[in-house]
């Protein structure tokens, strides 16, 4: 019992350490960081939890978004505590037009996890969509103090700027 705590603050250690390095990496290396991070992040401790997470991933992969929803349902039933899980079915979600299940999720994620990049963009996306660019630019900010390299994320937000705040004369 103390060992498997002690492996999960470890774990907590290094995943902190990887978040502090992604902050201040260059683009090269932010590639590799957030790499690492997402592996520790589908590691839920559990290996029923992570089973589910795979058949749910796949199924996404297949494009069989309902079996998804269904194998990533179970998975926040089973671990509710797992970030994973909630973000992973809100991208299921999006795939299907239901983008206020998908809001609700990545709440649940973020109220897990607040660094959570993967959710905060989702997040962002999601609300870019539904029209309302200047809460998706606010999402994008805080992305960019997170993961300041994120694929796509300068991008949006010059897309997003003029939307959110307005154009200058």
Same mark, same amino acid.
């Given at each position: 019992?103390f060992a498997?705590?002690?492996?999960?603050?470890?774990a907590? /250690?290094? +995943?902190e350490?990887?978040?502090? !390095?992604l902050?201040?990496?260059?683009?090269t $290396?932010a590639?590799?960081i957030?790499? =690492?991070?997402?592996?520790?992040?589908?590691?839920?401790?559990?290996a029923?939890?992570?089973f589910l997470?795979?058949?749910g991933? /796949?199924a +996404?992969?297949?494009?069989?978004v !309902?079996?998804?929803?269904?194998?990533l349902? $179970?998975l926040?039933?089973h671990?509710p =505590?797992?970030?994973?899980?909630?973000?992973s079915?809100?991208g299921?979600?999006?795939?299907?037009?239901?983008?206020?299940m998908a809001?609700s999720d990545?709440?649940?994620?973020?109220a897990?996890?607040p660094?959570?990049?993967? $959710?905060?963009?989702?997040?962002?996306v999601i609300l870019?969509?539904?029209?309302?660019?200047a809460?998706?630019?606010?999402?994008m900010?805080?992305?960019q103090t997170?993961h300041?390299?994120?694929?796509d994320?300068?991008e949006?937000?010059?897309?997003?700027?003029?939307?959110a705040?307005g154009?200058?004369?």
């Amino acid at each position: 019992m103390f060992a498997l705590l002690a492996g999960v603050a470890a774990a907590q /250690d290094r +995943l902190e350490g990887l978040m502090q !390095e992604l902050r201040e990496a260059d683009a090269t $290396a932010a590639q590799r960081i957030s790499g =690492e991070i997402e592996l520790l992040w589908r590691k839920s401790g559990s290996a029923s939890a992570d089973f589910l997470l795979k058949r749910g991933l /796949d199924a +996404l992969e297949r494009g069989e978004v !309902e079996a998804a929803v269904d194998h990533l349902s $179970a998975l926040t039933d089973h671990a509710p =505590e797992f970030a994973e899980g909630w973000v992973s079915r809100a991208g299921a979600f999006v795939r299907m037009g239901y983008y206020g299940m998908a809001l609700s999720d990545l709440e649940h994620a973020l109220a897990i996890n607040p660094q959570h990049y993967e $959710a905060i963009y989702g997040l962002g996306v999601i609300l870019e969509t539904i029209g309302r660019p200047a809460d998706a630019f606010e999402a994008m900010e805080l992305l960019q103090t997170i993961h300041p390299h994120y694929p796509d994320l300068s991008e949006t937000m010059a897309r997003l700027e003029p939307l959110a705040k307005g154009q200058t004369l």
